[in-house]
């Protein structure tokens, strides 16, 4: 019994220790496309992997990771997790890769969308949370030609409709942040969900998207998808680096025990160093 105790406390200290200080609400009144109340998140009972799980998200938010002064790039990326429009796995797909980014100089946004199955919700918030971000880049010390989408799973499914979808904006404006350009300037996919033709919502692939970094394995159940999406961004002439590495399989985050999780970051790092004219 008291070890069942330790382990309840030990896993609410690490939920609680794994969110920011600091949150924007991206939705003050009503949010669009949404019929539910809003309310706090459910965490889901699987903790299976080490993994935080939460859904019933009605509230969506913006959680802010800042790094060192002495480091910051003004850069942000806004993080999305994946969970397959199902759930937000917040730590190993959220805070933890919020906390390296920061190490790396970035100002980082760990996003929680809208799941379960609200795709279109989901949208409504990338956009809004974009477009948040760079209404308010001088309070952050940002560049506002310098923030991008991050997504892991289905969290890089719905970075790569940002990507795609941003010249007409997926809900009716709510107030002045409406106007300001969803689009991200860098998209960065790691092992992203995604089937051709594919149509809830729709991706616009155009010849106007930003760079994309693309990372996923072969072994991956999803790596038939990868091939799919380089074909279709090979058409629209797209600027993308992409890289299929042997094993890892699939939803390993930055978790060193997997050999994809230790190539990708620094694949990353070189590619995001060349593509923002970073030192």
Same mark, same amino acid.
């Given at each position: 019994?008291?070890?069942?105790?330790?382990?309840?406390?030990?896993?609410?200290?690490?939920?609680?220790?794994?969110?920011?200080?600091?949150?924007?609400?991206?939705?003050?009144?009503?949010?669009?496309?949404?019929?539910?109340?809003?309310?706090?998140?459910?965490?889901?009972?699987?903790?299976?992997?080490?993994?935080?799980?939460?859904?019933?998200?009605?509230?969506?938010?913006?959680?802010?990771?800042?790094?060192?002064?002495?480091?910051?790039?003004?850069?942000?990326?806004?993080?999305?997790?994946?969970?397959?429009?199902?759930?937000?796995?917040?730590?190993?797909?959220?805070?933890?890769?919020?906390?390296?980014?920061?190490?790396?100089?970035?100002?980082?946004? =760990?996003?929680?969308?809208?799941?379960?199955?609200?795709?279109?919700?989901?949208?409504?918030?990338?956009?809004?949370?974009?477009?948040?971000?760079?209404?308010?880049?001088?309070?952050?010390?940002?560049?506002?030609?310098?923030?991008?989408?991050?997504?892991?799973?289905?969290?890089?499914?719905?970075?790569?409709?940002?990507?795609?979808?941003?010249?007409?904006?997926?809900?009716?404006?709510?107030?002045?942040?409406?106007?300001?350009?969803?689009?991200?300037?860098?998209? =960065?996919?790691?092992?992203?969900?995604?089937?051709?033709?594919?149509?809830?919502?729709?991706? &616009?692939?155009?010849?106007?998207?930003?760079?994309?970094?693309?990372?996923?394995?072969?072994?991956?159940?999803?790596?038939?998808?990868?091939?799919?999406?380089?074909?279709?961004?090979?058409?629209?002439?797209?600027?993308?680096?992409? &890289?299929?590495?042997?094993?890892?399989?699939?939803?390993?985050?930055?978790?060193?025990?997997?050999?994809?999780?230790?190539?990708?970051?620094?694949?990353?790092?070189?590619?995001?160093?060349?593509?923002?004219?970073?030192?």
């Amino acid at each position: 019994m008291k070890f069942f105790l330790l382990f309840i406390l030990l896993f609410i200290s690490e939920f609680i220790f794994s969110q920011s200080d600091e949150t924007i609400y991206l939705w003050p009144d009503k949010v669009p496309n949404e019929i539910k109340a809003k309310s706090p998140p459910v965490q889901t009972p699987d903790t299976s992997r080490g993994v935080i799980r939460i859904t019933k998200i009605t509230n969506p938010l913006l959680s802010i990771y800042r790094p060192a002064d002495s480091i910051n790039n003004r850069s942000a990326i806004i993080i999305a997790p994946g969970g397959g429009y199902n759930y937000l796995a917040i730590n190993i797909e959220g805070s933890e890769i919020a906390n390296w980014l920061n190490s790396l100089g970035f100002t980082a946004f =760990v996003l929680q969308y809208r799941v379960p199955g609200n795709r279109l919700g989901a949208l409504n918030d990338i956009q809004r949370a974009i477009r948040i971000v760079r209404s308010k880049s001088a309070d952050f010390n940002l560049s506002p030609n310098k923030i991008g989408v991050m997504g892991f799973s289905a969290g890089g499914n719905l970075s790569l409709l940002a990507c795609a979808n941003f010249k007409n904006s997926s809900y009716a404006s709510t107030d002045l942040t409406d106007s300001i350009n969803c689009r991200p300037d860098f998209g =960065v996919l790691i092992y992203p969900a995604f089937k051709k033709n594919e149509a809830n919502p729709k991706i &616009h692939f155009n010849r106007n998207m930003p760079p994309l970094f693309i990372f996923g394995t072969f072994d991956d159940f999803l790596a038939e998808g990868f091939f799919e999406l380089g074909n279709q961004l090979k058409e629209t002439k797209t600027s993308v680096q992409m &890289h299929l590495y042997e094993a890892g399989g699939h939803g390993y985050g930055l978790r060193n025990k997997n050999p994809a999780a230790k190539v990708w970051p620094d694949l990353f790092s070189n590619w995001i160093k060349t593509t923002l004219h970073l030192k």
